[in-house]
């Protein structure tokens, strides 16, 4: 196994960690707070595994100091974390709500006061329901509306975050919910969906011309999420297959972000159910942004049958997801190959498995070899020359996990529901020895 330190990364390199909005805080009808569409998934039966939701979550809502002393303590310069729309904007349209946007004040401020630097996401899937109850991201205006919350958030925070990145994963937030159906809205509508992907694209772009007029000193980008993929056999039915998903799942979002246009060869594929593009629509995608983040957990393997394959000599996370650390040098080396990029952050990586409290400690050896194992191929593609500004490990805690509800666990800290309790795991203990260390004299 290949052991990192510090030196193995530049100077300038940034280390954090990672949450959400929706995942962590809880609170969800605290000081005007309207529901969102993952309030309103999480009461539809079957939706949750556990039949949970993120009423309460991590409770961050209330213990957001204790969790900035938290992440302060693991010795890392960021942290990444996300607006939760509805608070700010209770409708998705109209009246501002002051007292969501103190609560986030109050945390970057609290940042700022560690000497940690925020980098906010403005939406990692927590919509308004009003804007669904009128179509959600299959709606234009949504689009429209997004610059507008966009706006309402920069002028309250203004530079003192660091980082502004657009959306979380316009994937996930189209094909994921609309197509495949299980996140919220959990539509099954392919046209429905390439409506919203396009839509999502539309509102990053619209934001973007916003947050350059508002936060000119920001820095500003979205975040997708990206995986290698890798044809099943060498037969040319299955790198035909491999080619389509990569069309269909990283190029489908990074050709309108970066080059202006969408892949032809899906676009072609998707027939009548591509989504109405008005002339000005790509450029205002394809504006220039300061930063890619992607999000990384693991690889494809795909054949022409359609059966996803499972390696036998490759181990999996509690996610069924396979360890395959390659992947990530393999897709940040294709990126800098194919594309004209900003530098790029590690936004997302890590892994859920089953931890077991045992006393006051976790001893996650399996989460901390793949982390080790993903930074390793992270400081080898900056070695070959990709810009790589820095890392965020998934998560911070313990968190709702979407539809695993809380089944899944992938902080490095662990939660106890129970009582709240945040216990450091072992991962907590190695990656502050890394992202802490003192940065070698040069
Ligand atoms: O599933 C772990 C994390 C989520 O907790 C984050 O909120 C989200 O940004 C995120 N994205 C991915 C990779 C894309 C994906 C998400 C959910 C389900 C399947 C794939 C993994 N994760």
């Known amino acids: 196994m290949t052991i990192i330190t510090r030196k193995d990364f530049p100077e300038y390199f940034t280390f954090g960690v990672a949450t959400s909005s929706y995942q962590i805080e809880g609170a969800t009808s605290a000081d005007g707070r309207g529901p969102s569409i993952w309030d309103t998934f999480c009461r539809e039966p079957g939706r949750i595994s556990d039949g949970s939701s993120g009423d309460v979550a991590c409770d961050h809502y209330h213990r957001w100091e204790e969790d900035l002393e938290l992440i302060s303590s693991l010795g890392v310069q960021a942290y990444r974390f996300s607006v939760a729309w509805p608070r700010v904007q209770p409708t998705g349209s109209g009246d501002i709500n002051p007292l969501g946007l103190d609560f986030y004040e109050r945390l970057v401020d609290g940042m700022l006061e560690r000497g940690l630097d925020p980098y906010l996401t403005l939406y990692h899937w927590d919509l308004p329901q009003p804007l669904q109850d009128v179509g959600g991201w299959a709606n234009r205006d949504t689009a429209y509306h997004f610059a507008e919350y966009a706006r309402a958030v920069a002028e309250r925070l203004g530079e003192r975050v660091k980082s502004y990145a657009t959306l979380n994963e316009p994937w996930c937030s189209s094909i994921l919910s609309y197509q495949i159906g299980e996140h919220a809205p959990g539509l099954r509508n392919r046209k429905l969906a390439l409506a919203a992907a396009h839509h999502l694209l539309l ?31 060498s037969s040319e039915q299955d790198a035909a297959a491999a080619r389509f998903e990569d069309g269909a799942f990283n190029r489908w979002f990074l050709d309108p972000l970066l080059r202006g246009e969408y892949p032809a060869d899906v676009w072609e594929a998707y027939g009548d159910d591509v989504p109405q593009v008005q002339p000005d629509d790509l450029e205002t995608i394809r504006q220039p942004i300061d930063f890619l983040g992607v999000n990384y957990y693991s690889r494809s393997v795909v054949s022409a049958d359609g059966q996803q394959q499972r390696p036998s000599d490759s181990s999996y996370t509690d996610m069924g997801w396979e360890v395959y650390p390659q992947g990530l040098s393999d897709l940040l080396l294709r990126l800098k190959a194919d594309y004209t990029l900003p530098p790029i952050y590690i936004t997302e990586n890590g892994a859920a498995y089953k931890d077991t409290l045992e006393g006051s400690a976790v001893h996650d050896a399996e989460r901390v070899a793949y982390l080790q194992t ?24 313990d968190n709702f ?42």
């Open 401 to 442: 996990e979407w539809a695993h509800g809380y089944s899944k666990r992938f902080g490095l800290v662990y939660v106890d529901y129970g009582d709240q309790q945040r216990i450091l795991k072992d991962s907590a203990l190695w990656y502050r020895g890394l992202a802490g260390a003192k940065v070698p004299e040069l």
């Open 374 to 397: 993903h930074l390793a191929e992270v400081a080898s593609a900056v070695r070959q020359g990709v810009k790589v500004n820095g890392y965020f490990a998934w998560s911070l805690m």
């Open 203 to 233: 509102g990053h772009g619209e934001a973007v011309k916003v947050l350059r007029e508002v936060v000119p000193g920001a820095a500003i980008g979205t975040v997708l999420n990206l995986n290698a993929i890798t044809p099943a056999t």
